[in-house]
């Protein structure tokens, strides 16, 4: 008999060989109806793979991000179907699932896929998933996986096998369709009900710029067809809230390939945005015993061997940095964590010193594949609003749960009402990929189990997306488009002050090693300002907004009046500008509209005669005539009420 432990902890018995879906249909057939994959153990397997002996289940649907992405997985083996009938002869690379989505990377011949083909790829693919194919899951070994795909003169798979140990092989197949692959997939093509195919791009073999080009196509579905239509409406309000038109409007940021691609460049608008950000993350830091601290933008490569990261992601870094000195190496920096714990070392430390919370906002570089950089939110070249906090065991969960308030403090500020605090945990069998002892380990993860329930978080559990060296808290949060972002995370870590040989002198006048909280609220300062600016489309709160007011005079015998204004403005550290073009009142209100500065002040003869200014504010259009002394505590206070 299989034993099943439900998430809610109870157990039930049924006979070995039942699947996740015959579990299903126990519990009611509405539920199985909906069941697309299932996580057995930690491990997402189809939901029609034999159960056997003592699991652990979770039932997957749609609701579920592992029940997308197996939606979405079964849905590029379709599309690749779909594309065999059109295109004999197709070559396949690799089809994953997205957050959005799926793509499959195709090499075509010498002939071409465009989008004027999405049509009846789309009909196609619908006709297919009518069939409601099974997808059928085989273990093969690698000569017979060779063997196939050398039939099929297909070189990217067969690439791929090169790299698979012989035994852990699988293919899968539906219709008349068959990849290599690991799965999962759904239980037949039938869930499959709307689809869209969005665009064609290139992408190298492997990423690599050296290997032949392939066509990249993207494309989403659903389970039924209003759920497309809703999709599709939120595509094009994102297009009107997309970061980077927004960043050019604004005159936010720009790049430039002389520069480098994934390197963004910071205009003054933008870096006082930054600024303000910045300022505002000091004080919340000041105010919570934060010391701040500068460390360089490279380390030598002895630093990163020490802290693992040299190990985890040497080949994926910029390529090191060689100096006159024979054999001697440095790295633009990945992390800023090591180079705090050398900081950390630089003094002997006492219990007394105990939590100390160094703070950096440190500038981090990593190799991204050119495919993947998308404006500020992927980048090579990044700000981290870092710190480290070293503490005595006993004082990590008080610890965590004033990272978790500052957080909190963060989103609550910028106006992101609706988060997830994810819970990210290792690998429930593969352990291979972390460093440092089991026991550590679940210290780490019960620290933060213990917190998120003690502060009542709304959490999910992931297993696998822990960082190798500890265990991790990510606030997973939604825009106003009901988008998901990974924005600010913390972690517990008992190994690096392990490999960095960290202590502090107990009361017991004894030696012990500190542990570490690695937190971010922010994430980064590029990634969290591209959100942002695409969750308030633009509109900034007065707090932030570049320029907060624009002056506009009617004409030129207001200019004096208006000059008289933006002093006393600047006097009270009120970000303002004078509009002095010689274009019609209209015009600059529409104008500043359009650049979202939140409030313009019209000055014309009835302003001048009351001493006064005719208040507008952006989107909301008239709020009548202020005196100027009251129209700056009117701004005062809506700038405090946040973020005092």
């Given at each position: 008999?299989?034993?099943?432990?439900?998430?809610?902890?109870?157990?039930?018995?049924?006979?070995?060989?039942?699947?996740?879906?015959?579990?299903?249909?126990?519990?009611?057939?509405?539920?199985?109806?909906?069941?697309l994959?299932?996580r057995?153990?930690?491990?997402?397997?189809?939901?029609?793979?034999?159960?056997?002996?003592?699991?652990?289940?979770?039932?997957?649907?749609?609701?579920?991000?592992?029940?997308?992405?197996?939606?979405?997985?079964?849905?590029?083996?379709?599309?690749?179907?779909?594309?065999?009938?059109?295109?004999?002869?197709?070559?396949?690379?690799?089809?994953?699932?997205?957050?959005?989505?799926?793509?499959?990377?195709?090499?075509?011949?010498?002939?071409?896929?465009?989008?004027?083909?999405?049509?009846?790829?789309?009909?196609?693919?619908?006709?297919?998933?009518?069939?409601?194919?099974?997808y059928?899951?085989?273990?093969?070994?690698?000569?017979?996986?060779?063997?196939?795909?050398?039939?099929?003169?297909?070189?990217?798979?067969?690439?791929?096998?090169?790299d698979?140990?012989?035994?852990?092989?699988?293919?899968?197949?539906?219709?008349?369709?068959?990849?290599?692959?690991?799965?999962?997939?759904?239980?037949n093509?039938?869930?499959?009900?709307?689809?869209?195919?969005?665009?064609?791009a290139?992408a190298?073999?492997?990423?690599?710029e050296?290997?032949?080009?392939?066509?990249?196509?993207?494309?989403?579905?659903?389970?039924?067809?209003?759920?497309?239509?809703?999709?599709?409406?939120?595509?094009?309000?994102?297009?009107?809230?997309?970061h980077r038109?927004?960043?050019?409007?604004?005159?936010?940021?720009?790049?430039?390939?002389?520069?480098?691609?994934?390197?963004?460049?910071?205009?003054?608008?933008?870096?006082?945005?930054?600024?303000?950000?910045?300022?505002?993350m000091?004080?919340?830091?000041?105010?919570?015993?934060?010391?701040?601290?500068?460390?360089?933008?490279?380390?030598?490569?002895?630093?990163?061997?020490?802290?693992?990261?040299?190990?985890?992601?040497?080949?994926?870094?910029?390529?090191?940095?060689h100096?006159?000195?024979e054999?001697?190496?440095?790295?633009?920096?990945?992390?800023?964590?090591?180079?705090?714990?050398?900081?950390?070392?630089?003094?002997?430390?006492?219990?007394?010193?105990?939590?100390?919370?160094?703070?950096?906002?440190g500038?981090?570089?990593r190799?991204?594949?050119?495919?993947?950089?998308?404006?500020?939110?992927?980048?090579?070249?990044?700000?981290?609003?870092?710190?480290?906090?070293?503490?005595?065991?006993?004082?990590?969960?008080?610890?965590?749960?004033?990272?978790?308030?500052?957080?909190?403090?963060?989103?609550?500020?910028?106006?992101?009402?609706s988060?997830?605090?994810?819970?990210?945990?290792?690998?429930?069998?593969?352990?291979?990929?972390?460093?440092?002892?089991?026991?550590?380990?679940?210290?780490?993860?019960?620290?933060?189990?213990?917190?998120?329930?003690?502060?009542?978080?709304?959490?999910?559990?992931?297993?696998?997306?822990?960082?190798?060296?500890?265990?991790?808290?990510?606030?997973?949060?939604?825009?106003?488009l009901?988008?998901?972002?990974?924005?600010?995370?913390?972690?517990?870590?008992?190994?690096?002050?392990?490999?960095?040989?960290?202590?502090?002198?107990?009361?017991?006048?004894?030696?012990?090693?500190?542990?570490?909280?690695?937190?971010?609220?922010?994430?980064?300062?590029?990634?969290?300002?591209?959100?942002?600016?695409?969750?308030?489309?633009?509109n900034?709160?007065?707090w932030l907004?570049?320029?907060?007011?624009?002056?506009?005079?009617?004409?030129?015998?207001?200019?004096?009046?208006?000059?008289?204004?933006?002093?006393?403005?600047k006097?009270?550290?009120?970000?303002?500008?004078?509009?002095?073009?010689p274009?019609?009142?209209g015009?600059?209100i529409?104008?500043?509209?359009?650049?979202?500065?939140?409030?313009?002040?019209?000055?014309?003869d009835?302003?001048?005669?009351?001493?006064?200014v005719?208040?507008?504010?952006h989107?909301?259009?008239?709020?009548?005539?202020?005196?100027?002394?009251?129209?700056?505590?009117?701004?005062?206070?809506?700038?405090?009420?946040?973020?005092?």
């Amino acid at each position: 008999m299989a034993h099943v432990k439900f998430p809610d902890g109870k157990v039930r018995e049924y006979p070995d060989g039942t699947t996740a879906l015959d579990v299903a249909k126990s519990i009611s057939n509405s539920l199985a109806a909906k069941v697309l994959a299932a996580r057995v153990n930690g491990q997402v397997w189809d939901a029609t793979r034999p159960l056997t002996g003592d699991v652990e289940l979770n039932l997957l649907t749609w609701d579920d991000t592992d029940g997308k992405s197996t939606f979405w997985h079964s849905s590029a083996h379709l599309m690749a179907e779909a594309l065999e009938e059109f295109f004999p002869g197709m070559k396949f690379g690799i089809g994953p699932p997205i957050e959005n989505g799926f793509y499959y990377d195709v090499d075509p011949g010498d002939r071409v896929v465009s989008s004027e083909d999405f049509a009846k790829i789309e009909a196609k693919i619908l006709e297919l998933a009518k069939k409601k194919e099974v997808y059928v899951r085989s273990e093969v070994s690698k000569k017979e996986a060779l063997d196939y795909f050398t039939k099929k003169d297909d070189f990217y798979k067969l690439d791929l096998i090169k790299d698979l140990a012989d035994g852990s092989i699988t293919f899968y197949k539906q219709g008349n369709f068959t990849d290599l692959c690991r799965g999962p997939h759904l239980p037949n093509t039938g869930f499959i009900k709307a689809v869209k195919l969005l665009n064609v791009a290139g992408a190298y073999w492997r990423g690599n710029e050296k290997m032949k080009q392939l066509t990249r196509i993207y494309a989403i579905t659903f389970p039924d067809q209003k759920q497309l239509t809703d999709y599709i409406t939120l595509i094009e309000e994102a297009k009107k809230r997309d970061h980077r038109k927004l960043g050019k409007e604004l005159e936010l940021f720009t790049f430039s390939e002389k520069v480098g691609l994934g390197l963004p460049l910071w205009l003054p608008k933008g870096t006082a945005l930054r600024e303000r950000l910045e300022n505002f993350m000091r004080k919340n830091q000041r105010e919570a015993g934060y010391v701040q601290v500068v460390t360089p933008h490279i380390g030598h490569k002895n630093l990163y061997i020490t802290s693992g990261h040299y190990e985890k992601y040497g080949k994926d870094s910029f390529q090191p940095i060689h100096t006159p000195q024979e054999g001697e190496e440095f790295f633009l920096k990945p992390m800023n964590c090591p180079h705090h714990c050398e900081i950390y070392r630089s003094s002997p430390r006492s219990y007394r010193d105990l939590p100390l919370r160094i703070a950096e906002f440190g500038t981090v570089y990593r190799y991204e594949q050119s495919g993947e950089l998308h404006g500020l939110t992927r980048v090579r070249g990044f700000t981290q609003d870092d710190a480290h906090l070293f503490c005595e065991p006993d004082q990590v969960k008080g610890e965590f749960i004033k990272v978790i308030d500052l957080v909190q403090k963060v989103l609550d500020t910028l106006d992101f009402q609706s988060f997830t605090a994810q819970i990210s945990l290792r690998d429930k069998v593969d352990r291979s990929k972390y460093i440092g002892s089991e026991e550590n380990w679940e210290k780490a993860e019960n620290a933060i189990i213990e917190a998120a329930a003690e502060k009542g978080l709304k959490t999910v559990t992931e297993y696998g997306e822990a960082a190798f060296y500890g265990p991790k808290l990510d606030f997973m949060v939604k825009d106003a488009l009901g988008r998901t972002w990974q924005l600010g995370t913390i972690q517990v870590d008992y190994n690096l002050p392990e490999r960095f040989e960290l202590e502090y002198v107990g009361a017991d006048n004894h030696k012990h090693r500190p542990v570490m909280i690695h937190r971010a609220p922010f994430g980064s300062l590029e990634r969290f300002i591209g959100v942002l600016l695409e969750h308030c489309a633009g509109n900034l709160p007065v707090w932030l907004a570049p320029e907060q007011v624009s002056i506009l005079p009617i004409s030129d015998k207001h200019v004096e009046y208006a000059e008289n204004v933006l002093k006393l403005l600047k006097k009270c550290e009120i970000r303002a500008l004078i509009d002095l073009r010689p274009e019609k009142i209209g015009k600059k209100i529409r104008d500043a509209e359009l650049q979202k500065i939140p409030y313009m002040l019209v000055i014309g003869d009835k302003e001048m005669q009351d001493n006064k200014v005719a208040v507008r504010r952006h989107g909301e259009g008239d709020k009548g005539q202020m005196d100027t002394n009251e129209f700056v505590a009117k701004i005062n206070e809506e700038i405090n009420k946040v973020i005092a």
